[in-house]
């Protein structure tokens, strides 16, 4: 895959980028340049290699999957002007 002229003015036009002809002709080669190196990662056998969240071997921290209720309904509706029995209370509005 190949980036011409019209290509990187579409993209800076749709990008709202202001681009002069100088700076577009620098950036079709540089975009050429980046997709031939993307081109040739894709040729990289990677297969049976895992993929990684780290460059170092580290366990990921989890915690346990279990619903509970925060543990603080009082700190939330501490500061509410009404609430009864950790909910709280509003006036009904009708139009």
């Not at 019209?6 to 079709?28: C, D, W």
């Not at 540089?30 to 056998?45: A, D, H, K, M, R």
């Not at 990677?46 to 460059?55: H, I, L, N, Q, R």
Request: hydrophobic share 45%; net charge negative.
């Amino acid at each position: 895959m190949s980036v011409d002229l019209a290509t990187v003015k579409r993209v800076a036009h749709l990008a709202r980028i202001a681009v002069s002809q100088e700076e577009a002709n620098r950036m079709v080669g540089e975009l050429n340049g980046i997709l031939g190196f993307v081109e040739q990662l894709s040729e990289v056998n990677v297969e049976g290699v895992e993929p990684m969240t780290s460059v170092t071997p580290m366990a990921m921290k989890k915690r346990k999957d279990e619903v509970t209720d925060g543990s603080k309904a009082e700190d939330i509706v501490a500061n509410a002007p009404v609430s009864d029995h950790n909910f709280f209370l509003v006036p009904k509005v009708v139009e």
